[in-house]
């Protein structure tokens, strides 16, 4: 499995319903301010590729991960 970490401002509501149709799971880890909310996709291996071909081809910002970091570390990274 792999985890596609966007930012919830970076995605207009026509490219969220896009993307919720390819991935196995959407999850929304909400931050109090000054940090942005991010959505957390998780993609199977076999759709990996044609998930971030369709991520670059739109534009959309992301990062990417193996293993699905904790909140804690979502958090470090802000900083």
């Not at 596609?4 to 995605?11: A, C, E, N, R, V």
């Not at 996709?41 to 992301?62: H, N």
């Amino acid at each position: 499995m792999w985890y596609f970490l966007i930012k919830q401002g970076d995605l207009e509501r026509k490219q969220l319903h896009a993307v919720q149709k390819q991935v196995s799971l959407t999850e929304i880890e909400l931050f109090n301010e000054p940090y942005e909310n991010w959505y957390v996709f998780s993609v199977e291996k076999d759709d990996y590729a044609t998930f971030i071909d369709y991520l670059d081809r739109e534009g959309i910002a992301y990062e990417l991960a193996s293993d699905r970091p904790t909140r804690a570390e979502m958090l470090a990274g802000m900083n």
